[in-house]
């Protein structure tokens, strides 16, 4: 069954952040992952819990590749990338 890694992002400095997609995405493709939505136009119709920012969601074969992936020794060296260039929200979901 699917999982979906999805974050909410507010970058923060946009030239470093565009080093982090540019090394991220070949790594979540390595791992099984496809970006379904990358940023774009959004209609947010209810924000009782939280305002989403720009998201990104990234289709995985199952919850263990996502975790590969966010755990994996090729992304640990580009994930303060996005930590030091952008303020994150990040989950992962099971798929139905």
Do not use: H
Not at 43 to 51: A, F, K, M, R
Not at 60 to 78: I, K, Q
């Amino acid at each position: 069954m699917s999982a979906y890694l999805i974050v909410d992002t507010l970058i923060e400095n946009a030239d470093e952040y565009e080093k982090y997609k540019q090394l991220a995405k070949p790594i979540a493709e390595k791992y099984g992952g496809a970006y379904r939505v990358r940023g774009g136009e959004m209609d947010v119709l209810e924000t009782d819990l939280w305002s989403p920012t720009r998201m990104v969601i990234i289709e995985f074969p199952d919850m263990t590749a996502a975790r590969a992936f966010v755990d994996s020794e090729e992304y640990a060296p580009v994930k303060p990338l996005r930590r030091n260039n952008a303020r994150c929200t990040l989950a992962i979901l099971d798929g139905a």
